[in-house]
Each structure stands twice: as C-alpha cells, then as structure tokens.
C-alpha cells in the first residue's frame, strides 16, 4: 500500500515536471513570434513567468520541467549545441534564483502586501533575470553568433523580455490561480469589468500607435483596476497594456518608431516596469486595506454581541 502510494506520487511529480515543460515550450513559441534579434531574443519572454509562478507553487523540485522546455526550444533556433545547452543553463537558473530570493525575503504568492509586490518586481524579475541575460547574450557572443557591437543591444533585449515575463505573467497566474466562481455580483459590476477591459485596451493601442508620447494616458486605467478590481483586475490589466505595448515596440510605431532598439528597449522596460509596479503596489495596498478593513468590521461585531449578551 505504501509503495503503491509512493508510486502514485512519483507519477504525479512526473507528470508536473512534463505539463511544465510543455507549457515553457508552447508559450515560448508564441513569444518567439515578437523576436527581434537572431529569432530567438524577444521583448516579451512568458516562459520565465511561467517558470517562476510554477516554482512558487510547486517548489524547487520541478527545475528539470524549466531545463526540459528551455533545451526543448532553444535546440531548434540555436547556433549549436553547446551555446544552447549554456543557454538552457542560463534559462533554468534564473529562474530558480529568483525563486530562491523570493523565498528569503519571505514572498507570498497571494501577492496581497506591498512586500510582496516590491520583491517580485525587484528581486525577481530585474535582478534575478540579469542571470539568463548574461549567460544566454554571452553564449551567443561566443560562438559567433553576435557581432561585436551587438552584445548590449541583444542583451538589453534579452533582459527585459525575461523580466517582463516575471513582472506580467508571473502576478497573472499566481492571481489566475486563487480566482473562484463569483456568486451575488450583480449586472451593474459586471458591465464595469467589460467598460474598464475596453477603455483600457482602447487607450492602449491609441497611446502605442500615436507618435506622440501618451503612454501616460494608460496610468488611470491601471489605478481604476487596482482600486476597483484588486489584484485580479490589476494582473489582468497589466498583461493586456504590457503586451500590447511590446507588439508596437515590435513593429516600432508609435513612441517607438524611428528609435534604436536599445533606445526603444529602454523606453519599453521603463514602462512596461512602470505598469507593473504601479498596478501591483496599487492592488497590493488596496488589498492590504480592504482586509483590514474587514478584520475590524469582525472585531466591532465580535465586540458588539459581547455587550448585547452581557447583563445590565
């Protein structure tokens, strides 16, 4: 029976380890489509966020699923074998890393305190990032994949869609995960969530697509899903606004036309960091009072009944 069991466990793990690579390996490929430098470094890398969220739910042990999908993808776009198996390395290390730091600097994966929101964004997606950066940028350097002027450019590149993958992705899922059915929500708060998901989207793609600089105009629709909708409608909306700004630094229109790209990689990192942080920390100090708020509201209650009950 024991060993039965233990079997069943093993199988389970497997199967974890399996569902995370092939996850790694089909958001990849659609990250690959946004490539910018040697098909294969794109401003938007969602692997790393799935990685992270999947090691903060299930621990360190499913690392193989993360080395698996990364060697999985890089064999058919790398230069050969041994730049990608550094790559791969690179890849599975960080995140990990930033998993680790995470956990030292006691991360919750409810994301529901300001902590929580300024470790993810600093610890684990800019500084525990620079590891796949570095390693994956060099490898590509070494093997003479990259001319010499082009290692801080790919670089840049690099980094900012890994750490964007963390930033957006990694609070996406983590929210995704803990949301249930919603019962007793009424029609006037469900025609808000689809006016707040339009109105978003709609500046978006007018801020993106503008020459002029109105990436500015997408802050209320940030603050108004924070205050109103918490962490989910915050995660939800920083994706969209996220993604959609990397597919116009993409294209390069917009804020982002007539730019380099490390000029326009700078400019993206800098926003699309703006919108995450501002949209987590938001979500997370509404949460934090709103849960406060709750807690007294019980206390007075408590205390309210004890006075009824007790004797003149």
């Excluded at 692997?47 to 993808?73: D, E, H, K, N, S």
């Excluded at 957006?168 to 983590?174: G, I, S």
């Excluded at 929210?175 to 007793?184: E, H, S």
Aim: with cysteine; aromatic share 8%.
């Amino acid at each position: 029976m024991v060993d039965r069991a233990r079997l069943r466990q093993h199988a389970v793990e497997v199967l974890t380890v399996l569902a995370v690579a092939a996850c790694y390996y089909a958001t990849a490929r659609l990250g690959l489509l946004q490539q910018l430098v040697r098909g294969q470094v794109t401003p938007l890398w969602p692997p790393t966020g799935i990685a992270v969220a999947a090691l903060l739910v299930f621990g360190v042990r499913i690392w193989p699923g993360i080395a698996l999908g990364a060697v999985a993808v890089n064999i058919i776009i790398g230069p050969s074998v041994l730049p990608v198996l550094l790559i791969a390395v690179g890849n599975t290390v960080a995140p990990v890393c930033s998993y680790l730091l995470l956990r030292r600097a006691g991360f919750r994966s409810e994301v529901d305190r300001l902590w929580d929101a300024l470790a993810l964004v600093f610890l684990g997606a800019l500084a525990g990032m620079l590891i796949s950066a570095t390693v994956g940028t060099g490898a590509l350097a070494v093997s003479g994949a990259l001319p010499d002027a082009g290692f801080w450019p790919t670089w840049s590149v690099w980094w900012t869609g890994d750490a964007m993958g963390v930033m957006v992705v990694t609070p996406f899922l983590l929210v995704v995960r803990r949301i249930r059915r919603p019962y007793g929500i009424g029609p006037a708060r469900w025609a808000e969530a689809v006016a707040l998901a339009v109105s978003t989207a709609g500046v978006t793609v007018l801020a993106t697509d503008t020459s002029a600089s109105l990436l500015f105009l997408v802050s209320p629709f940030l603050i108004w899903a924070a205050f109103r909708f918490e962490r989910a409608g915050a995660a939800c909306c920083a994706l969209g606004v996220s993604t959609l700004a990397i597919l116009a630094a993409g294209r390069m229109t917009g804020p982002f036309a007539h730019h380099g790209l490390l000029t326009n990689m700078i400019t993206l990192q800098a926003f699309n960091g703006t919108t995450a942080l501002t949209s987590l920390l938001l979500a997370a100090v509404v949460t934090e009072r709103n849960r406060t708020y709750r807690e007294i509201k019980r206390l007075c209650t408590q205390l309210s009944e004890k006075v009824t009950h007790q004797d003149p």
